[in-house]
């Protein structure tokens, strides 16, 4: 589920919610290249915890598959993992 991250004004630091212009709607300073930059970084952000996530799926799904673990062991590894992206994305994100 994407985040809403909040941009804010490179002039006047107020939280942009509506964009239109071109302009912040608080002070008049040009924000379009400030936008695109944020937008940008946030993608690349959300493809490298993508990525992390995906590998760490995969080598959990290659290191339990040759042992025989139980169904509650395997159930804990993979929320341990899930827990650990959530983490990884929270202080991406703040």
Known sequence: MPLRTKIECPACHHDLIFKRGGKCPNCGAPISAHVARVRARERRIEQ???????????????????????????????????????????????
């Open 48 to 94: 490298v915890v993508a990525i992390i996530g995906s590998l760490m799926v995969l080598a959990l799904f290659l290191a339990t598959t040759g042992v025989s673990l139980g169904l509650l062991e395997g159930v804990a590894v993979y929320a341990a993992v899930g827990a650990a992206m959530f983490f990884v994305a929270r202080k991406t994100f703040s």
